[in-house]
């Protein structure tokens, strides 16, 4: 199944699941009830929708530039941009020193591009251009507002099940046990859980969908590949300081920094004559290999935003 009908399939199935729990809580609690939470999570939607962008450049310490002031990363974004069919994005520089990328917004003509200022010391201009190639893949396939929308979803459930709890709490005759709702909400805490779950799958599945659109976009896969490598393991060097200032922000990054130094010795597997970059040699060689992951790292990648490198590295093997 493509990665675009796993994300449309996803956003029907979080559809289904919010359907059915307003047409049961409606029935507990009536709809205005339910009105009244469903209209707080819409506002903070429309919050985050609104304040998003200047709040990610804030807690990234982006400046925007123009092309005098870095050639080298805006003409890059503007030729891919130009293959995209996308209007022009904004371009920063963010002032971290923890090498990554990011894309965000709020629509194609509002998308900004950042790198940071240690990406750039670290990348060579094929494996900056794979890197911006993905960040415009984001911004082609729109999933930012898709991954925006889907975060709906748990947010709407968390409301509603605390609600339910402290209104059994508080109100019915508890020692008759006669009232459910404390026993719905603490269901619906569960159910909560589990569509967070979905919600991080989804994200995961849009980072396969970049990579698949940097390459369809001229990047070779070696080159994003050895990116990502060179992304792991100069996150894994960052201090805990600066990986603890973006903690809240990482889904926008190319790679999760918090998995990094998980994730460096599985990677120096695929760097056979340790040169620091994976080849295509190494990369085709991979292709035929299969990925045995233990029962911690598929539990780090079900509760992460991104999948685990060692996966996504072998999904970049069978593309090109």
């Known amino acids: 199944m493509s990665l675009q009908m796993r994300m449309y399939l996803l956003v029907a ?10 047409l049961a809580v409606g029935r507990i609690i009536g709809v205005s009830s339910f009105a ?16 998003g962008p200047a709040l990610v450049s804030l807690t990234m310490r982006v400046k925007y530039i123009a ?19 996308l209007p022009m994005p904004k371009v920063g520089i963010s002032a971290l020193d923890m090498p990554n990328a990011f894309a965000f917004g709020r629509t194609q003509g509002d998308a900004r591009v950042c790198v940071t200022e240690g990406i750039l010391r670290l990348l060579k201009d094929d494996e900056l251009r794979a890197v911006l190639a993905h960040e415009i893949s984001h911004i082609k396939h729109r999933d930012m507002a898709i991954i925006t929308l889907l975060s709906i979803f748990p ?8 609600s339910l ?14 009232n459910p709702l404390p026993l719905i909400g603490l ?20 980072e396969y969908y970049a990579d698949s659109g940097a390459v369809q976009l001229g990047s070779q896969p070696q080159h994003l590949a050895t990116a990502l490598y060179k992304l792991v393991v100069g996150t894994a060097r960052t201090p805990a ?7 809240g922000a990482k889904a926008f990054f190319v790679n999760d920094p918090g998995r990094a130094l998980f994730e460096v010795r599985e990677l120096k597997e695929i760097d056979q004559n340790m040169s620091g970059t994976i080849d295509a040699g190494e990369l085709m060689a991979l292709r035929s290999k299969k990925v045995n992951l233990g029962a911690g790292h598929r539990i780090m ?20």
């Open 13 to 22: 199935l979080l559809f289904g699941v919010l359907y059915l729990i307003v």
């Open 36 to 51: 009244v939470y469903g209209f707080i999570a819409l506002g903070l939607v429309v919050l985050q929708y609104l304040l």
């Open 67 to 85: 092309e005098k002031d870095n050639p080298r990363v805006y003409g890059m974004v503007k030729e891919l941009a130009g293959a995209a069919r």
């Open 155 to 162: 947010m709407i459930i968390y409301y509603v099940a605390t």
């Open 165 to 178: 709890m402290w209104s059994g709490f508080l109100g019915g005759d508890r020692r008759q046990g006669n």
């Open 187 to 206: 269901g619906l805490l569960i159910l909560h859980f589990f569509v967070q779950l979905l919600v991080l799958y989804g994200s995961r599945i849009r």
């Open 241 to 247: 300081a600066e990986l603890k200032r973006v903690e």
């Open 301 to 320: 990648e079900t509760l992460s935003t991104h999948p685990n490198m060692l996966k996504r590295i072998k999904h970049l093997s069978t593309l090109g």
